[in-house]
């Protein structure tokens, strides 16, 4: 039977803005065993009423705006898999989430795709949750108030006039992790923006219960972290967010010896397996990840990158991740089911 942990999301536990791989682990696990994570939104502070208890509430009093750096995302770990080295492949499968609190807001960001369209005016709607229905709906919205520069930022309720919006609008819940992965390789704190070959800011919608992703492993232990929880996303993720939320999350980990992956991250479902690109320019971000999906497949499937490439054309299905978190995302979804096993 694997072993059953719990990681909460503490200011000794969490790390704001950063991967390191020289952290000391908050929690240490075997292959196989299962662990609950908390994980946290950087985004709580633009609606505290409803995004703040008194666990939230101290992890933002602890860590000071100065030391929520490079990067912006609140991140629960590290998690050492005993075991895990450099050339390993962890894989993470979600079992279960859930929202810490039922309320998650859309950020209409500087960084978002059409900040400059929006006369460089940034925007915050507020969301709840419903589990049982499986919906999500707004609630009101505001305009922000200033330039938001810095994560963590509190605006109290009054300082800005909320309004209701999106009026009989419902859409559909798909909790999953916007930003998880292992320790990068590279020394020092590294901004947890943009997304790597360890994984990090991958903000793929799929990622939710009954899938799993799989990281090459970087460093020994692996490293784990998670954060950065969605309630729900559409891809590109053009505003600058998603339906930013505190999501607690039941995990497996396990070392993977069947799959030969390549350089990033694979995320694995029953029906099919979604193969990541990445860079700053889209173009070429949909090159990577057409050059990884065809290394997979022949690494996996014996395909030649001749056929592989004619596979793709006819059958792979190319999507924009997100355009938001500087360098652009492509992820590339091939069917299980294209290969028949043989008689």
Same mark, same amino acid.
């Given at each position: 039977m694997p072993n059953y942990h719990i990681l909460k999301a503490t200011p000794e536990t969490v790390k704001w803005g950063y991967f390191d791989n020289s952290q000391k682990p908050a929690l240490t696990i075997k292959p196989g065993d299962i662990v609950e994570i908390e994980t946290i939104t950087h985004h709580a502070g633009d609606a505290p009423d409803l995004l703040m208890d008194d666990g939230v509430r101290a992890i933002y009093d602890a860590i000071p705006e100065s030391e929520r750096i490079p990067g912006v995302h609140i991140m629960t770990g590290p998690i050492c898999v005993e075991g895990a080295e450099p050339g390993d492949v962890l894989e993470v499968k979600v079992l279960d989430m859930r929202p810490r609190l039922d309320y998650g807001i859309n950020f209409g960001a500087n960084w978002g795709l059409l900040y400059e369209d929006f006369k460089q005016?940034?925007?915050?709607?507020?969301?709840?949750?419903?589990?049982?229905?499986?919906?999500?709906?707004?609630?009101?919205?505001?305009?922000?108030?200033?330039?938001?520069?810095?994560?963590g930022r509190i605006t109290e309720p009054g300082k800005v006039p909320r309004t209701p919006c999106l009026k009989n609008i419902y859409v559909p819940a798909g909790l999953h992790f916007g930003t998880a992965g292992v320790a990068p390789k590279e020394a020092g704190k590294i901004d947890t923006v943009p997304p790597g070959p360890f994984g990090g800011n991958i903000d793929n919608r799929s990622f939710v219960s009954g899938t799993s992703m799989l990281y090459?492993?970087?460093?020994?232990?692996?490293?784990?972290?998670?954060?950065?929880?969605?309630?729900?996303?559409?891809?590109g993720e053009i505003s600058g967010t998603a339906i930013e939320g505190h999501v607690n999350a039941t995990l497996q980990f396990s070392l993977n010896k069947n799959v030969k992956l390549i350089e990033n991250p694979v995320l694995n479902s029953s029906t099919k397996w979604t193969v990541h690109g990445f860079d700053e320019d889209l173009n070429q971000a949909i090159?990577?990840? #057409? %050059?990884?999906? *065809? &290394?997979?497949?022949?690494?996996?499937?014996?395909?030649?990158?001749?056929e592989a490439y #004619? %596979?793709?054309? *006819? &059958?792979?299905?190319?999507?924009?991740?997100?355009?938001?978190d500087r360098k652009k995302g492509v992820h590339c979804s091939i069917r299980k089911a294209l290969f028949v096993p043989a008689e």
């Open positions: 005016k940034e925007h915050v709607v507020i969301f709840k949750i419903d589990m049982k229905s499986g919906l999500v709906k707004a609630v009101s919205s505001y305009p922000y108030w200033t330039l938001c520069d810095k994560p090459p492993v970087q460093v020994k232990g692996a490293l784990f972290t998670a954060g950065d929880a969605h309630f729900a996303q559409g891809d090159r990577r990840c #057409a %050059l990884e999906a *065809i &290394a997979f497949l022949c690494a996996n499937y014996g395909l030649s990158r001749e #004619a %596979l793709l054309s *006819i &059958a792979g299905d190319f999507h924009v991740t997100q355009v938001v």
